[in-house]
Nanobody, 125 residues
Framework: QVYLVESGGGLVQTGDSLRLSCAAS????????MAWFRQAPGAERRAVAA????????YYADSVKGRFTISRDSAKQTVYLQMNSLRPEDTAMYYC??????????????????WGQGTQVTVSS
């Protein structure tokens, strides 16, 4: 079992930055592919970014490329999402997810086995 706890969300203005953190429990963090998803009210949950277990390979949704950066710290068992130049359309609940298989990165939420409770990000115009 893996427990994921997100933090770092909040209310910010257009152009501001936020850094989300996701602390993971469990002894096999380094074997998991990790990802951030987001879901706005009435919308599907979509991948924002993902990172391979070694941290070498990453995926970004087109809408966040150049603005968001995903990273992971194995010693702290934490994955981060640095979000810069935030826009109102970035407003959503952000979820951290872990893929226990860990052999590839994927934007498909069905590939992920464990989820956090989410942290709200609201960007005002």
């Amino acid at each position: 079992q893996v427990y994921l706890v997100e933090s770092g969300g909040g209310l910010v203005q257009t152009g501001d930055s936020l850094r989300l953190s996701c602390a993971a429990s469990g002894r096999t963090f380094t074997t998991y592919t990790m990802a951030w998803f987001r879901q706005a009210p009435g919308a599907e949950r979509r991948a924002v970014a993902a990172i391979s277990r070694g941290g070498v390979e990453t995926y970004y949704a087109d809408s966040v490329k150049g603005r968001f950066t995903i990273s992971r710290d194995s010693a702290k068992q934490t994955v981060y999402l640095q979000m810069n130049s935030l826009r109102p359309e970035d407003t959503a609940m952000y979820y951290c997810a872990a893929d226990a298989a860990g052999w590839r990165i994927s934007p498909d939420p069905n590939e992920y086995d464990y989820w956090g409770q989410g942290t709200q990000v609201t960007v005002s115009s």
